[in-house]
Nanobody, 127 residues
Framework: VQLMESGGGSVQAGGSLRLSCVASGYTYSGRGRCMGWFRQAPGKEREGVASICDPDTTNYAEAVKGRFSISRDNDKNTLYLQMDSLNPEDTATYYC????????????????????WGEGILVTISS
């Protein structure tokens, strides 16, 4: 399984970015699996940002509710994270992750529930 993120970069506060994650060797549909986006800022622990569990149950961290949106294109085997109204506190390395098996959607924001990880991509928001 390989997960590859793209779409990171630097934007000013109030701007938007869309992250993409292409999953190779991973079947999402029909198995109760979850995929998610996580982030880690310097000196902080990795935290869950948003998750989506088969077929389409989503969860968001409180800090991003109403600003971020997670989605998935099964035909393209790609996970997305649309990030709007970005602020400097969103600056972090963002990781795409996926579970091995079925995970309850309420638990899908926990990094320990994820089996597969991308290498991460940097998002920098300037004030």
């Amino acid at each position: 399984v390989q997960l590859m993120e793209s779409g990171g970069g630097s934007v000013q506060a109030g701007g938007s970015l869309r992250l993409s994650c292409v999953a190779s060797g991973y079947t999402y549909s029909g198995r109760g699996r979850c995929m998610g986006w996580f982030r880690q800022a310097p000196g902080k622990e990795r935290e869950g940002v948003a998750s989506i569990c088969d077929p389409d149950t989503t969860n968001y961290a409180e800090a991003v509710k109403g600003r971020f949106s997670i989605s998935r294109d099964n035909d393209k085997n790609t996970l997305y994270l649309q990030m709007d109204s970005l602020n400097p506190e969103d600056t972090a390395t963002y990781y795409c992750a996926a579970t091995l098996g079925r995970v309850l959607s309420d638990a899908a924001l926990r990094p320990t529930m994820m089996k597969y990880w991308g290498e991460g991509i940097l998002v920098t928001i300037s004030s």
